[in-house]
C-alpha cells in the first residue's frame, strides 16, 4: 500500500469526503489534514443513533482496512469505527452541543459531561459538511452567537508565539551572521543560505520585520475581539 494514497483513493465515491449512498443512510465522512511532511486521516459516522468518528490515522492502510469494512457492513460502521483504539461513539442521549465557528475554522463536539471534542478541518470544507449532517440525522435546537474570547484568540496567539520563537532566533542568526564563515557537514548549503540572509538582513532590518508581523497578527486578533465572528450551535440539552 503506498503511503500517499489520498482519501478518493481509499474509497469508490465521487465525493472526495461523503461515501455515503442515498439522502436516508448514514452520512460518512472521510477527509485528510496536512502538516508540513505529514498527512493524517480522518473518519466520522453521523446517523440517528449518534456520532462515531477515528481521528489522526497515520497510515493510509489503516483507513483502508477500516473503510473496507464499513462498506462490506454498513450497518456496523458505528461499531466498526467506535471498536478501534482511538475510535468514539457518541450516542444521541449523551450529545448535548455541536459548535461551528466558520470563519475560525473550528468544530467542537460537546457531551453531556461537558467533555469537548474539537474535529480537524481538511481543505474541502469538511466542518459544514459535519454541521449540517449532524442537524439532518440528529436535530437539535439551531442557534447562533458570538464566538467567546479564547476561541478567537487561540489561533493568533499560536502565531504570535510561534513568530516570537521563530523570529528571535532569526535575529540572533544574523547578529552572529559573518560571509567570510566556511560551513562543511551535513546541511552545509542550507546553512550557508540562512548565514547569508541573515548578513544581508542585519540585525536592525531583522527586528523591523519580525516586528512588523508581530504587530499586524496582533492587530488581527484585536480586530477579531472587538468584532466576533457568530458560532453556529445545534443544542440538545443543556451543558
Do not use: C
Not at 478541518?121 to 469538511?126: P, R
Not at 439532518?136 to 478567537?152: F, K, R, Y
Not at 544574523?174 to 543560505?193: C, H, I, Q, V
Amino acid at each position: 500500500m503506498n503511503d500517499e494514497l489520498t482519501p478518493e483513493e481509499l474509497v469508490p465515491s465521487e465525493s472526495a469526503t461523503d461515501i455515503t449512498g442515498s439522502e436516508n443512510d448514514p452520512t460518512v465522512m472521510v477527509w485528510s489534514t496536512s502538516s508540513g511532511d505529514s498527512t493524517l486521516l480522518h473518519v466520522m459516522q453521523i446517523d440517528p443513533t449518534g456520532i462515531a468518528w477515528l481521528l489522526d490515522i497515520k497510515k493510509p492502510k489503516v483507513l483502508e482496512e477500516l473503510v473496507g469494512r464499513i462498506n462490506a457492513q454498513p450497518d456496523e460502521a458505528t461499531a466498526i469505527i467506535a471498536a478501534e483504539s482511538k475510535g468514539t461513539f457518541l450516542p444521541r442521549a449523551e450529545l448535548a452541543r455541536v459548535t461551528y465557528t466558520e470563519g475560525l475554522k473550528q468544530l467542537t463536539i460537546i457531551d453531556q459531561a461537558g467533555k469537548k471534542q474539537k474535529i480537524t478541518e481538511g481543505n474541502e470544507g469538511e466542518h459544514r459538511q459535519i454541521f449540517e449532517a449532524v442537524r439532518h440525522h440528529l436535530g437539535g435546537t439551531a442557534g447562533e452567537e458570538e464566538a467567546d474570547a479564547w476561541s478567537v484568540m487561540q489561533g493568533p496567539l499560536l502565531g504570535l508565539v510561534l513568530t516570537a520563537a521563530i523570529g528571535g532566533f532569526m535575529i540572533f542568526l544574523s547578529t552572529e551572521a559573518d560571509p567570510s564563515r566556511e560551513f562543511s557537514g551535513r546541511r552545509s548549503g542550507m546553512k550557508k543560505l540562512i548565514n547569508w540572509l541573515g548578513y544581508t538582513i542585519g540585525p536592525t532590518w531583522m527586528s523591523i520585520i519580525v516586528g512588523g508581523i508581530f504587530l499586524v497578527i496582533f492587530a488581527s486578533m484585536m480586530h477579531s475581539l472587538v468584532k466576533r465572528p457568530l458560532r453556529e450551535f445545534l443544542a440538545f440539552r443543556p451543558v
